[in-house]
Antibody
């Protein structure tokens, strides 16, 4: 089955750290760039970060730049998000999302999402 | 920065047509994509490139575009369509942007 499964969420102290993971299965993970998207309680979706398939080119939303680090291990079919210096506004469900790709081209929308993992920042 | 604006809520009776708008504030509108999200579930892509429907999505889901406004249209709404719907685009630099989401209530 083609799926993404996030883990690693929980309660983190303000100023602390958490590491989220996303396990991919059912498709050739190394062929796809990947993204993290989050959703704060009662709010809309917010794109957080991107990592390319092989070269590890990365991009971050301005709201997380300098605090979040995206990485991947293609041998383990896994995507990661290291969250440091936790802030109250980081409280959200974090989704990993695969962009649609066809014919060697990647498009800026997502055809596969995980169910998400909840991060709650406690002050 | 590029922003997408959606109404917070839309209500329709079963069998009616629901229309959810997504307005862009940029003159050069990029393609818009729509996701359906039910509580506790992963978002599902229901429309891509303004009006294209992915395989497996019911034909009652469609999209239209006029100027800088894109509309998700659900014809013959069913109870199972009750969900949050979010539009998404990307600005000229490739930054992904989401609308605030619209809660569709089936009365």
């Amino acid at each position: 089955e083609v799926q993404l499964v996030e883990s690693g969420g929980g309660v983190g102290q303000s100023g602390g750290s958490l590491r989220l993971s996303c396990a991919a299965s059912g498709f050739t993970f190394s062929n796809y760039s990947m993204n993290w998207v989050r959703q704060a309680p009662g709010k809309g979706l917010e794109w957080v970060s991107y990592i390319s398939s092989v070269t590890n080119t990365v991009f971050y939303a301005d709201s997380v730049k300098g605090r979040f680090t995206i990485s991947r291990d293609n041998a383990k079919n896994s995507l990661y998000l290291q969250i440091d210096s936790l802030r109250d506004e980081d409280t959200a469900v974090y989704y990993c999302a695969r962009p649609y790709a066809n014919g060697g081209q990647t498009y800026w929308y997502f055809d596969l999402w995980g169910r998400g993992t909840l991060v709650t920042v406690s002050s | 920065s590029y922003e997408l604006t959606q109404p917070p809520s839309v209500s329709v009776s079963p069998g009616q047509t629901a229309r959810i708008t997504c307005s862009a504030d940029a003159l050069a509108k990029q393609y818009v994509y729509w996701y359906q999200q039910k509580p506790g579930q992963a978002p599902i892509l229901v429309i891509y490139k303004d009006s294209e429907r992915p395989s497996g999505i019911p034909e009652r889901f469609s999209g239209s575009s006029s100027g800088t406004t894109v509309t998700l249209i659900i014809s013959g709404v069913q109870a199972e369509d009750e969900a949050d719907y979010s539009c998404q685009s990307a600005d000229s630099s490739g930054s992904v942007i989401f609308g605030g989401g619209t809660k569709l209530t089936v009365l």
